[in-house]
């Protein structure tokens, strides 16, 4: 039988394949679409969702559900139909109600992660058996990443599907104003009707299916694909393994995203046709579930259990949809998860909660009759794959039947609960650590035995660095007869804690033993202090806050540049949201196309003695040449990068300096060969014969003197006189230490680029970069050319955050230079991991400061020496102190003074990612204000306010930039959220609850912002064509920022000066299209958030220079035709008399102006639980100054998307280098950036427009980075509910060895991850708690 499946109901045959092809392979290599986006290729990220629909001829129904194409193989879609987000509609048939509200809502940036939304509402909205709710729709999108938005416009947009939604909670949007009536908002909503919009299942497939309904199996021959329809034949095909070859069962194939197999097998047996094997059942004994049953299956079938042991089973069920994501539970199977919890050390949730339940499996174990163990046992046999093993299917009992061990006198009890730590609770994050607990209690009621008595328990714990799930047996034992009380459960702890032991590379060894003893404490304590069961530390009042995210946004459109100001919906959204929209690794490729991979160096300092592949002599396949710094053509240069501070080289010469370091670059026929071959190098290092040791910290830079110069010019100036600042206070803070770490840019499209070489030693780039005319100029000097033989071409990219800045320009000069060598195109697109190691990040830094102040909480001087790991090469590294100066200026420290070393090191050379240094600037400045208010027991907030500047300390501290004092808004902004966020009340709501709840802890605090941006020299060009549509160039870069919307607006605005008919609707006939660096020179880099308004300046005035010229003509017609001229007629006018319609600028900021201050202020409360460290922020309240928006929509964005990106820095993102300075996390099992779930419960953002700034672009201001800062004050807030914490674990006299002599004097690192926050509240606050009650 041939391969054949439809995706978006066109028919594809394929002859034959190799199997271990993914359907996202398929899409991408060998059909049109291009919807689906590899953003991880690890199950992780959610950009590369179909839906996957399956017809049944017997029951004639079509089941549909979403997919990882990433993951899923395409030989098991065999006779399925496959929809991406283009086939769900487009442009040309019509968008869907999906995309047009994505749109609408402004739910797409840079567009990358839009079509996996799509799907995943899709199929959330597809799937819903009732009404689809509210909740359903934050649900639905949870496992999905986005990078841009912030993530609540993606929830409002779904939302505004489900059937119990106020729609005036729903966001900002285009579909209604404010104050509109509910008819009228329901009315302009773009419709959805489930009959119209719902995929068809198409009829060629479901004929074919109707015919061979019982055998779908593939020709063996040609996919190296078995589909067993029996377990006696699947039993066959594993006896015969030997002749057959290698064999892999599969089922989901999602295994691959965990363990990232490169190894190949003769043949693969999908097992998930097999009805035994895919069958749920319940018999007597209890529920058996195929091994092939899928994880979203077996929850449906648990979650409908009616038995009396249904309670559990339901437990079980919502624990198991915190597992991945729903695409993920969609297609792995249970069997799948137990093989590779039992064989591949896989941290399973799964095999927690069966063991906590006592179940059993089922196996083939080379035999034709199953065997059956408990699942402890299973889970200690030899490795199930190595060996012609099979599960079949798992058995959980109905637990009830163990009642009968209890007398019938006592009040007995089942109790089930589990748990699951993790980073993100159902955002597709492992966790430290999960348990699950069964026990059999009874309450005796007599007076001499009061109490309550453990009869039975089974307490398992897994994914805590262990080799597979245990069950803590001796703690069992220990506790099964015993009467609850302290002191019971004080030992059962300090037995639990000899058990859970985690591996020795498992980071995070004391937390997550915490954890265990954390839940077995949660599990018994309430029957101890209660007597009754309660399966939570927090009151329900209070829980009852957290069930849905809401929001609201105040934002102001003005019509006084008409359409500027607008709140227009963003250029090609509904074009993203289908995934029509074109990133570079969607060009259509020739079909010599050769694909290139980085091999980096592993080594931080060390000779470079060779490099080859694993097997000597053997080239892997596809490979077509490996290139090193050797192979620069010999009038050009190793370059790799460049800024005005200097340059990086393309590849290590013979000496790697750090690791991550680029040798060599492998150019094979396919990215997947390229990728994999790059695994298979092998450099051979000399690390013996290095005279000097690598500089690792920038404790080593300091001894060695190695530091980047940075010139005077660009060097912050000191402030006022520190000596006399420090002779003024009265209290001082001597040599405090804090260090920041670095953040990783995780833009949703990896870097790449696709290099074709031209005639003459030319070389066209498409490049994914925020900084072509760099790209363009390192490309000619590397390969010895001149720049006109060079033309780098972007037109959008898929999120940047700085990282495709200078980050960029090796990824499309190593694609230049194969293609310049081989003659053939050259693409590259990186897989995450290389891209994670190369790219660098934010600069760590440490900082050593002295701060005095009077005791009223006014500093009167700080002054401190910053030492900032700058990594290798200078990049943009020379700014930084500059950087951070900014905003650290916005208090008044009375006088300032400091010593800033950017330290090169043998580190991996960090670069500018948002708001680079600003948001480390900001920090600090709260970081020394929370410790001037904690020496002097004082309110933060009182410290904060005193501290705020007065108009005049702001020119003493900013001089010419300040503005006027009208300007400075922070004053205005600080007070009026107060208000509106209900600061002081809410403070107090805040002590209340602290003082009702031991468990958990709540923080409030409220920071403000002082950001100073920089306006740089931006060209721009606007041509008018002879239809009189318009075509606009800018020199900045579309990144999902909105820029083009915004210069779409103003070149609207600017020609409709014109005044004649229709000028007033001109936004329809503008195109700003991509960048040339050939079309366009001096693009610059679009970065420091103020690209959008310069390249707005700059076609405003070619606006002005082309209305100048039309005018005439204008007048003359007018005169001629009064009233009656049209734009076009204008237009063809103009044409007939060769007026010039093109004009180009490049608009040079004023210097006087061109730097300017941007206000902001933020206010979050979180709540921190003491258990597991776990910090939700319950709401954030943020306030901004953007002037008079240029489009509120996409300011709107900005804000939002910036303080989501900083809640990530400041509360979950650990992007940390080994001792060789490799970096550590290496994809999105291990660095988490904020999913729906991780964002703040409420969030109100307020976009104040402050009026006339007159320097300013139509009095507009930034709103790209400045934002980010504010999320400092879910940090803050998480300190002060630490401090809440800390002060009670005094209160019990229980000081741990964590907590030091004054409690609340502490610093909380960034990130401010669950393990910090825990070890800061008392990794052993249980223990000692316990033992405070035991000790009364
Ligand atoms: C992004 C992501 C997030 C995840 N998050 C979690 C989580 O939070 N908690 C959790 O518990 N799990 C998690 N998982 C694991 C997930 O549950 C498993 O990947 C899935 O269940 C495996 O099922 P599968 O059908 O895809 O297995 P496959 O990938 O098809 O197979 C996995 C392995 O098991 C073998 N195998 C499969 N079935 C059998 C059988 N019946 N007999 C013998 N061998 C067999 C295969 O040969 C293969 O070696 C996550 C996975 C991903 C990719
Ligand atoms: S690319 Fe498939 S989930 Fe990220
Ligand atoms: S819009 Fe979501 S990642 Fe850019």
Redesign the pocket.
Known sequence: MDLEFAVNGERFKVDSIDPSTTVLDFLRFNTPFKSVKLGCGEGGCGACLVVLSRYDPELDQVKECSINSCLTLLCSVNGCSITTSEGLGNKKKGFHPIHKRFAGFH????????PG?CISLYSALSNSSKEFTVSEAEKSVSGN?????GYRP?VDACKSFASDVDIEDLGFNSFWKKGESKEVMLKNLPPYNPKEHLVTFPEFLKKKKKKKKLHNGLDHSRYRWTTPCSVAELHNITQAANSLGSLKLVVGNTGTGYYQDEERFDRYIDISQIPEMSMIKKGEEGIEIGAAVTISNAIDALKKEESKSCYIFKKMAAHMEKIGNHAIRNSGSIGGNLVMAQSRKFPSDITTLLLAVDASVYMLNGGKKAEKVKVHEFLELPSMLDSKRVLLKVEIPLCTATTSTTSVDDDTELLFESYRAAPRSIGNALPYLNAAFFALVSRRQEPSRRGVTVDKCFLAFGSYGCDHSIRATEVESFLTGKSLSYSVLYEAVGLLKGIIVPGKDTPHHEYRKSLAVGYLFEFFNPLIESGHYSNSHVNDTAKSLLPFLSSSQQVLESNEYQPVGEAVIKVGAAL?ASGEAVFVDDIPTLPNCLHGAFVYSTECLAKIKSIRFREKNVTPSGVFALLTSKDIPKQGQNIGSKTVFGTGPLFADELTQFAGQRIALVVADTQKHADSAAKLAVVEYDTKNIEEEAILTVEDAVKRCSFFEVHPMIYPEPVGDVLKGMEEAERKIISAELRLGSQYFF??EPQTALALPDEDDCVKVYSSSQAPEYVHSVIATCLGIQEHNVRVITRRV??GFGGKAVKSMPVATACALGAYKLQRPVKMYMNRRTDMIMAGGRHPMKITYDVGFRSDGKVTALEFIMLIDAGLEPDISAVMPRNIMGPLRKYDWGALSFDIKVCKTNCPTRTAMRAPGEVQGSYIAESIIENVATSLQMDVDTVRKINLHSYVSLRKFYTRISGDPDEYTLPLLWDKLEISSKFKERAEMVKEFNVCNVWRKRGISRVPIVHQVLQRPTPGKVSILSDGSVVVEVGGIEL?QGLWTKVQQMVAYGLGMVKCQGSDKLLERIRVVQSDTLGMIQGGFTAGSTTSECSCEAVRLCCVILVGRLKPTMDKMMMEKPGSVTWTMLIQQAYGQSINLSASTLYTPEYASMEYLNYGVGVSEVEVDLVTGKTEILRSDIIYDCGKSLNPAVDLGQIEGAFVQGIGFFMMEEYTTDEKGLVVQQGTWDYKIPTVDTISKHFNVEIVNSGHHKDRVLSSKASGEPPMLMAASVHCATRSAIREARKQSLSWNCNDGNIDESGTDFELPVPATMPVVKSLCGLYNVERYLQGKILG
């Open positions: 739910a797409s940036q840079c567009g990358f992660c839009t939304m990443l986005c990078r841009c938005t993606i993203q833009y949703m898929g999120g999902g």
